[in-house]
């Protein structure tokens, strides 16, 4: 079983919808990484969190360390937010990465 | 502005032949990462460092290597390139392992014949 899982592995959603991706851990943590990567390759950090939640524009990134779940929301989506998202924590010095989260936002 | 890049962007050797994948960052940060990137799979840590002279082999390591002169270059070498080594290798930068922000280069894709 990977150390982080996240769900759905694939989404595709019409502009304008509410997307909620998942991200499920099994080891300790002391912090958790949500990135974004857009096709043809580059990497972008969206968020790094340890606690509650943080809101940069329409994202929007929580994290319940009890129940080793975090959630990334994207309100009022759009064409651009068309990317891959990946989870990562931060596990005894080690940097643990899910698969990836694709979403397409259709126009 | 402060960043961090790789070269080359795009390479494509045969197998046997000795690659340099460079990445410099400016950020002056500690902790610097390599991954390999393949499709069906996240991203997989082949080495890593804290800190000039220190390295560490990651869960990939085998057929790579790293050395840390400096506080701005981790140089990731493949001795021996082979086809399955064939992947987009992206650096990464933080300040500070366990709470620091990530900084990724732009991605090296290798092609090994």
């Known amino acids: 079983k990977n150390e982080v899982e996240q769900s759905p592995q694939n989404l595709t959603a019409q502009e304008g919808e509410f997307i909620t991706i998942n991200c499920s851990y099994s080891?300790?943590?002391?912090?958790l990484h949500w990135l974004q990567q857009h096709p043809g390759g580059g990497i972008v950090s969206l968020f790094m969190l340890s606690s509650g939640k943080k809101k940069h524009g329409r994202l929007i990134a929580t994290i319940n360390i009890q129940e080793k779940h975090s959630s990334l929301h994207i309100t009022a989506s759009h064409p651009r937010d068309s990317a891959v998202y990946i989870c990562?924590?931060?596990?005894?010095?080690?940097?643990?990465w899910g698969a990836g989260t694709k979403l397409i936002i259709k126009p | 502005d402060a960043e961090i890049t790789q070269s080359p962007r795009h390479k494509i050797t045969e197998t046997g032949r000795q690659v340099t994948l460079a990445c410099h960052q400016t950020?002056?940060?500690?902790?610097m990462f390599w991954y390999r990137q393949d499709l069906g799979h996240g991203l997989r840590l082949i080495h890593y460092?804290?800190?000039?002279?220190?390295?560490n082999k990651g869960e990939v390591s085998d057929g790579y290597s790293v050395s840390r002169s400096n506080t701005e270059d981790l140089p990731l070498t493949l001795e021996s390139a082979a086809s399955s080594q064939t992947s987009v290798y992206f650096c990464?930068?933080?300040?500070?392992?366990?709470?620091?922000?990530?900084?990724f280069g732009e991605g090296s894709r290798l092609t090994v014949l």
């Open positions: 950020w002056n940060h500690n902790n």
């Open positions: 460092s804290y800190g000039v002279q220190d390295t």
């Open positions: 990464a930068s933080s300040g500070d392992v366990n709470t620091g922000e990530l900084f």
């Open positions: 990562g924590v931060d596990s005894n010095y080690q940097l643990i």
């Open positions: 080891v300790g943590i002391s912090a």
